[in-house]
Structure formats: structure tokens, C-alpha cells
């Protein structure tokens, strides 16, 4: 929406009283403003973030690829819960990275028995 349909007639005829005598070639504040909103450069689009790597998610295929192990490997550690996943749906499971690098890197994992 315009500039000028959101601005109050009130303060149009306050910006009048104030503006007539210095730009006298405009007339009257609504030929102002669609000549300044004309005039205004249009922002360029922001460019595209990759989310961090917390929010980005992997299908159980692409965590079986990262992980070198087998699909359904990946399906077992989610559904006894020692992989946090999220399902949508039936069928549509996404595992966050930052939960599978977490998973790859225990840090409280006990030490291998009979090891020398």
C-alpha cells in the first residue's frame, strides 16, 4: 500500500501548511509524497542465509549417508530413542545435524570393559 493512502488527512494538511511556501512547484503534500515515493530506490531483496546448522534437518537417508551405516540402522536408533528425531505424519522423519553431531560425539560414554 502506498505511502500516502496511510498517512492521516489531518497531518497531509499540517504537512501543506508547512511545506507550501518552500516547494511551491508541488502544490499541494499528496503530489509530494508520490513524487518522493516515486524517487525512493527500492530496497534489493535480502540475499539467502542458510539456516545454522542446529536448525538444518536430514532425512534418515541423508544421516545413513553421513553416518555410513544403513537406513534402517538410522530408523532402529530413532525408534529406541538413542537418535532424537521429529516425525510429521506417518511416515516423514526429520533428524536435526546438531542432534546426529551430538550422537556420532558421545561425551559421557563409559569405558570399553577388558580393553588393556
Known amino acids: 500500500m502506498p505511502v500516502i493512502h496511510r498517512i492521516p488527512a489531518t497531518a497531509l494538511q499540517l504537512a501543506s501548511l508547512a511545506l ?5 512547484e ?25 539456516p545454522p546448522a542446529s ?21 532402529y536408533w530413532v525408534r529406541t530413542g538413542k537418535l532424537p528425531a521429529k516425525k ?5 522423519i526429520r533428524i536435526l545435524e546438531s542432534d546426529l553431531a551430538a550422537f556420532v560425539t558421545p561425551t559421557n560414554s563409559p569405558p570399553l570393559e577388558g580393553g588393556a
Request: proline share 14%; aromatic share 6%.
Open 20 to 24: 507550501a511556501p518552500h516547494l511551491p
Open 26 to 50: 508541488y502544490g499541494n503534500p499528496r503530489r509530494l509524497l508520490a513524487a518522493l515515493e516515486r524517487d525512493v530506490p527500492q530496497e534489493p531483496p535480502a540475499p539467502k542465509i542458510a
Open 55 to 75: 536448525f538444518r534437518t536430514l532425512t534418515p537417508e541423508q544421516a545413513a549417508e553421513k553416518m555410513g551405516v544403513c537406513t534402517r540402522t538410522i530408523l
Open 88 to 92: 510429521y505424519g506417518r511416515r516423514t
